[in-house]
C-alpha cells in the first residue's frame, strides 16, 4: 500500500452479499458465511496492519431473525466457534474485540463467547474491532433514549447535558464518528447500520461479495477514500 493514503480512523463494513456468493456458485447460503469468516480474519490483519484505529463490522442486524431458523442456527453456531477459536489471534495481534447490539434475544452460548473474546482482548491497542451483532440502529437510538431518561429521571443529569458528545458516549460502544463505509455485494443502503456515526462518512458500494473482499479489495477501497473531498459542511479543500 502507497505510504502517503491517508488511512481512515473509523471504517465501517457492511459485510452483504455471502448466500448470492455461495447461491452463484451451486452451494448453500451458509456456504457463503464460512468462507466471509476466511476474508474477514486476513482483512482483521490488514486493517490493523495499515493503521485503521476502529473497525465497525455488521455481522448480524436485529431485522436477521426473519432468516429460516437453520441459517440463524448456522450463523450463531459460527459466532460462537469464531469468538471461541477462530479470532484467538486477535489476542497476539493486539487487537480489542468489543460488541454492539442487544443481547437478548442471542443465545447464551453466543453471549458467554463474546463475553470471553472481550476479556481476552480487553488491554489491547492497535485496532478496536466493534462487532455489531444482533444491532440496529433503531434500536440503539430506543436504548440510548431509555437510557438517558433513566439517569434524567434519577436526577443524574440535566437537560443541558445533552449534547453530541454526550450523545456518542451513551451509544452502545462511545467510539468517533465512521469516517469511510464500505457494503459489498453492489447494493445501495444502510440497512440499519450505524445512521447516527455515518453523518459525515464516505461511502463505498464495491460490487463483490464479501467473501471476495480481500486485503487487495480493501486497498483499493482505500485508493477511493483518497479521491474524496470531505467538507463537513464548510467549503473543503
Ligand atoms: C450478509 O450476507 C451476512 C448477513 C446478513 C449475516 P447475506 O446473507 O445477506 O447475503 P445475501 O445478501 O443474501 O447475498
Ligand atoms: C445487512 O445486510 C446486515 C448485515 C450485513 C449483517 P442484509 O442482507 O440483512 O440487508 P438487506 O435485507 O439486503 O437490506
Ligand atoms: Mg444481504
Given at each position: ?7 481512515p ?7 452483504d452479499?455471502?448466500?448470492r ?17 476466511k ?25 436477521n431473525?426473519?432468516?429460516?431458523k437453520?441459517?440463524?442456527?448456522y ?9 471461541k ?6 489476542i497476539e495481534k493486539?487487537?480489542k ?9 442471542l ?17 489491547n ?7 455489531c ?7 440503539e437510538?430506543?436504548d ?9 429521571k434519577?436526577?443524574?443529569?440535566s ?10 458516549k ?38 463483490v ?6 486485503s487487495?479489495?480493501?486497498?483499493k ?17
Open positions: 500500500m502507497d505510504k502517503d493514503l491517508i488511512v480512523k473509523h471504517v465501517g463494513i457492511i459485510m452479499g455471502n448466500g456468493w455461495a447461491q452463484e456458485r451451486g452451494m448453500i447460503r451458509t456456504m457463503g458465511h464460512k468462507n466471509a469468516l476474508t474477514l480474519k486476513e482483512l482483521c490483519i490488514h486493517m490493523a496492519d495499515v493503521g485503521v484505529k476502529y473497525a465497525s463490522l455488521y455481522a448480524f442486524s436485529t431485522e431473525f426473519k432468516r429460516e437453520s441459517e440463524v442456527d450463523l450463531m453456531n459460527l459466532f460462537i466457534s469464531s469468538f477459536k477462530e479470532f484467538k489471534f486477535l493486539d487487537v474485540v468489543l460488541f454492539s447490539g442487544r443481547r437478548d434475544p443465545p447464551e452460548k453466543v453471549l458467554e463467547a463474546m463475553d470471553e473474546i472481550v476479556y481476552d482482548t480487553k488491554d491497542k492497535s485496532l478496536t474491532l466493534n462487532i451483532l444482533n444491532y440496529g440502529s433503531h434500536a437510538i430506543c440510548m433514549t431509555k437510557k438517558i431518561c433513566e439517569m434524567y434519577n436526577n443524574e443529569i437537560l443541558d447535558d445533552i449534547d453530541d458528545n454526550f450523545i456518542q451513551n451509544m452502545y460502544q462511545d467510539l468517533p464518528p465512521l469516517d469511510f463505509v464500505i457494503r459489498t455485494s453492489g447494493e445501495l443502503r444502510l440497512s440499519n447500520f450505524m445512521m447516527y456515526q455515518a453523518s459525515y462518512a464516505e461511502f463505498y458500494f464495491p460490487k461479495y464479501f467473501p471476495d473482499f480481500n487487495s479489495e480493501f486497498d477501497a482505500l485508493i477511493e477514500f483518497n479521491k474524496r473531498n470531505r467538507r463537513f459542511g464548510g467549503v473543503g479543500k
